[in-house]
């Protein structure tokens, strides 16, 4: 199926480049603290260089090297094409991000801190090869979803799975939610596994914003805890100075190993503060600086999740 929707995809996006596409690249720079940093200090480490082109229906997004997993450069983020089947319904085919959350937007326009490494993996649990439906009833949206490899935290399976996400909008309350089923091998005779989650967003008096997340990825354990949060609070008019700094301060937790070694959600926190300008109306510039409760080492003893400063510029063309 991935051959069949990649040919069919690239043979539309092709196409509909000369529709009207928008562009945007960002880059980031890992200033401090950093896997493989000299000497465990800081400087330019290791950059991150993303491009991509958007139009009304259809999307691309490339990364040519990309910090959040080293060694795992040049790789298509999204390539997916659009289209509407009634004016209640859309079909979408392609690569793109599994909607379990809301915070999925690879623009840097489009999100407010920086979203990298161990961040990335939690708040975009993965990107896939999917055939999608969406549309909106009466103010409810709805996606429902499958998708082409099974990454379901037993293991990798070559089967189908399906999910559905659900948002809509009370007394200026955004509600949301989501649930992933993931068939599992028959043979380890372990039922299929439900990864949910619950996020909802309200902004108070147009001056603070407050995002909230919990995030649920099974792993067909009843011992170990699977569940995990993030919160992130912004300043919604921003500072007032030229480039309007709208500054952030965010929490999450991510899963760690318990003295049996097995993982826990909830183990682990991270602290984030950053700010958010935009120089000009076609460009972003972001300051993020990032606190770990744990320090974990790669194969070479270097620090993966050390504290680190990183700077993100992004622009529009």
């Keep these: ?5 990649l040919l069919v995809v690239s043979l539309v996006f092709v196409a509909s480049l000369f529709a009207g596409a928008s562009g945007e690249a960002d880059m980031k720079y890992p200033i401090m603290g950093y896997p493989g940093a000299a000497d465990e200090g800081g400087g330019l480490v290791r950059g991150y260089v993303g491009i991509g082109y958007w139009g009304a ?20 983020n999204h390539m997916f094409k659009k289209f509407t089947l009634h004016p209640m319904v859309n079909v979408l085919f392609g690569k793109t991000a599994v909607p379990l959350v809301k915070n999925l937007n690879p623009s840097a326009f489009a999100n407010l801190n920086i979203i990298e490494g161990c961040c990335w993996n939690f708040v975009n649990p993965e990107n896939d090869w999917m055939i999608k439906l969406d549309g909106n009833i009466s103010g409810l949206g709805w996606q429902l979803y499958t998708l082409d490899l099974n990454l379901s935290a037993v293991g ?5 799975d399906y999910g559905l996400r659900l948002d809509y909008n009370v007394a200026g309350v955004d509600i949301g939610g989501g649930f992933v089923t993931r068939g599992q091998d028959p043979d380890l005779d372990t039922d299929a596994i439900l990864d949910w989650a619950f ?13 909230l997340q919990l995030i649920n990825n099974g792993d067909a354990n009843e011992d170990t805890s699977d569940l995990n949060m993030e919160i992130l609070v912004s300043y919604v008019p921003g500072i007032p100075f030229w480039i309007k700094p709208i500054p952030y301060f965010g929490y999450q937790t991510y899963d760690g190993l318990d003295d049996d070694l097995l993982p826990q959600a909830m183990e682990f926190n991270e602290i984030f503060l950053g700010v958010s300008m935009n120089p000009t109306k076609d460009s972003v510039l972001k300051l993020e600086y990032k606190m770990f409760s744990e320090e974990w080492l790669d194969a070479e003893d270097d620090d993966y999740l050390a504290d680190t400063l990183t700077l993100q510029l992004g622009f529009q063309f």
């Design 156 to 160: 990798g399976y070559d089967y189908a």
């Design 1 to 5: 199926m991935k051959k069949i929707i």
């Design 199 to 211: 996020d909802l967003g309200y902004t108070a008096a147009e001056m603070v914003n407050l995002k």
């Design 57 to 76: 229906d259809y999307g691309f997004h490339f990364n040519f090297s990309d910090t959040a997993y080293p060694g795992d450069n040049f790789t298509i």
